[in-house]
Structures are given as structure tokens and as C-alpha cells.
């Protein structure tokens, strides 16, 4: 689902740009809430399994793949303004160092995967869980969130690409739909079968039931589990993910090539790949790991800075919610 450059009018990457540096700001002042001691790895974490399970796509029907878009399960183990900016630094660096997303396009694709999933995608979630008021609930309202959490970042899409003219809109709505609503399945599964787990061996790692002021012995070496389950992920999974093309892509291909569509040449290591290495499955192992160990730090090191100036306020969804 990560947009190219070229693919969107500079109007459209405009407008999306201020709403997701302005809903990024606004994140950061609201996340000093949901940032207690154990969130601070806790974040390194979650973006770093995020960034290593979007590494894997997952074949589907139609001869195309799908992976994690992840925002919904951030907002629910980091909470919804916490989990934004988890996502954020993901997308930041898929784009800068691995060129998968536009720099011109990154405001949109923060707005489609971040936003949708993180904010929308929680909002969901704490409406199933507020009807089933059980553990159960917990899980249901993870599976429901995500699923239309990605039909959410698909319509955004979409409507991104016809503002942009480079679709019409009655042709590149459904069929993004179509795509993702498969898509989405795998997104329910995927985020289901984690928060399910969590909760059987620690269910205080997830926002709704986690105290305000959360304080544990033992979070570096729940930081160092975490690292060392997304570089396995990076190492010897992303290698075996299909190369069948992503449901965006997919839906291009239906609807006609884009000229004006480009990958980005200044990257470090485009394709997810050390170059030095060439076709070998090594290359696509070694970026990965570089990617996951930068996301690791960055996010760890935005959430240490936000935990510093930790000011707690109970407004909106920053403030933590009451246990269950």
C-alpha cells in the first residue's frame, strides 16, 4: 500500500503532508501519557516487529500479496497516539532508507497506514471491548479494528488517487477494495493471534489494561526478546516472502501502468537489499536487520525524549484507560 512518487498531484501530497505532521505534533504532545517506563522499549519493539513483519508478504488470491500494515496492533499494545508515531518512524524509514514509499508521497502513506490504523483502527477497538467486556473482547475488537482498518486505508488511497487524477474514482475505489478486503483478512489474523497471545502471558503489555504509571524489573530484557523475535523475522523470514506484486500494485496493473510512477534513486538500500551481496538471500536478510536494529533505536529513542518531558494529562485518549 505504499504510494511512489508521482503518483499523487503535489496539491494532494501538500494537503496530506499538513495533516500528518500536524497529527504526528499533536501525537507527540498527546503519546506523554501512554510513555511510562515500560512503554519507552515497549515502543522500540513494537516498531521494529512492525517493520520486520511488513518485510513478509503473504500471498493471496488474484496471483498478488499483502502484509502487516501494523497500526492497529500499535495502537492497542502502545496506545492510539503512541502507536501513531511508532508507525510513523517505520514509514520514515522504509522511505528514506529503503525507498519503499515516496518522499513526496510519505504525509499520504502516514495518513493511510498511521493514522487509519493507530487512531480509526483504536477507536474501533475500544468500541468492541466496551461491548464485551472480557478478554475476549480484547481480541474480537483487534480482529474487527484491523480488518477495516485496512478498507479505511484503502479508500483513503483511492480517494488520494482520484484527487490526484490518476484514476477515476469508480474504478480504483472497488478494486483497492476487493484487493484489501483479502488483505485485511490476513491483517485480522495476524493481529488477533498476537494480542490473544499477550494476553495469556502478559496482559498488562496492552494499553487498556496497563496502569498509568507502569513500572516492571524486567523491561530490557522484554526489550531484548522483542529485538531478538523481529531480526529472526528480518533474517530468515523476509527472505521467503512472495514476490507477487502488493494489492496497490496489483490494482495498477488492472487499471494501466502509471508513467509518472517512480522509485526513488537515492536510497541506501533500495529493494531491501545490500547490493554488495546481489540476487543472494543474504541481501534481503542483512537490510532487513539494518532496518530493524534503525527503526529499533529511533523509536526508542523518540519515546526515551517523550518519556523525559512526560507531563501527564488526562484529556481525550491520552489518558489511560481504567483497568478491565
Not at 488517487?161 to 490476513?186: C, E, N, R
Not at 533474517?235 to 502509471?258: K, N
Not at 494529562?313 to 483497568?323: C, D, I, N, R
Amino acid at each position: 500500500m505504499h504510494l511512489l512518487d508521482g503518483l499523487l498531484s503535489a496539491g494532494t501530497c501538500a494537503s496530506a503532508g499538513v495533516v500528518a505532521g500536524g497529527t504526528c505534533a499533536w501525537a507527540a504532545r498527546q503519546a506523554r501519557a501512554e510513555i511510562g517506563d515500560r512503554v519507552v522499549p515497549l515502543m522500540g519493539v513494537m516498531s521494529a516487529c512492525i517493520f520486520a513483519a511488513q518485510m513478509v508478504n503473504f500471498p493471496i488470491l488474484f496471483g498478488t500479496s499483502g502484509h502487516l500494515l501494523g497500526g492497529v496492533l500499535a495502537g492497542v499494545v502502545l496506545g492510539p497516539w503512541a502507536g501513531v508515531l511508532a508507525m510513523s518512524v517505520v514509514l520514515v524509514v522504509q522511505c528514506l532508507l529503503f525507498g519503499d514509499g515516496g518522499l513526496t508521497v510519505l504525509g499520504a502513506n502516514i495518513v493511510n497506514m498511521a493514522l487509519a490504523g493507530s487512531l480509526a483502527g483504536y477507536a474501533i477497538y475500544a468500541l468492541v471491548r466496551r461491548v464485551i467486556r472480557s478478554p475476549a473482547g480484547d481480541v474480537a475488537g483487534a480482529v474487527i479494528a484491523s480488518w477495516f482498518s485496512v478498507q479505511l486505508a484503502a479508500t483513503l488511497c483511492a480517494l488520494e488517487l482520484w484527487w490526484s487524477g490518476t484514476y477515476p474514482l469508480s474504478a480504483v475505489l472497488p478494486a483497492l477494495l476487493i484487493i484489501h478486503s483479502l488483505i485485511g483478512v490476513g491483517e485480522a489474523l495476524i493481529t488477533g493471534s498476537v494480542v490473544a497471545f499477550l494476553l495469556s502471558v502478559k496482559p498488562t503489555m496492552l494499553y487498556a489494561l496497563r496502569s498509568q504509571e507502569p513500572r516492571s524489573a524486567g523491561v530490557w530484557t522484554l526489550a531484548v526478546v522483542g529485538l531478538a523475535v523481529a531480526l529472526f523475522v528480518a533474517f530468515f523470514l523476509s527472505p521467503l516472502a512472495s514476490a507477487a506484486p502488493d494489492g496497490l500494485e496489483h490494482v495498477a496493473e488492472q487499471l494501466g501502468p502509471i508513467e509518472a510512477a517512480a522509485t526513488p534513486s537515492l536510497v541506501l538500500l533500495p529493494d531491501y537489499q545490500v547490493t554488495a551481496f546481489g540476487g543472494l538471500w543474504i541481501a534481503t536478510s542483512l537490510a532487513g536487520g539494518i532496518g530493524t536494529v534503525v527503526v529499533f533505536a529511533l523509536a526508542w529513542g523518540l519515546s526515551r525524549g517523550i518519556h523525559i518531558c512526560n507531563r501527564p494529562s488526562s484529556q481525550g485518549l491520552s489518558s489511560a484507560p481504567e483497568s478491565s
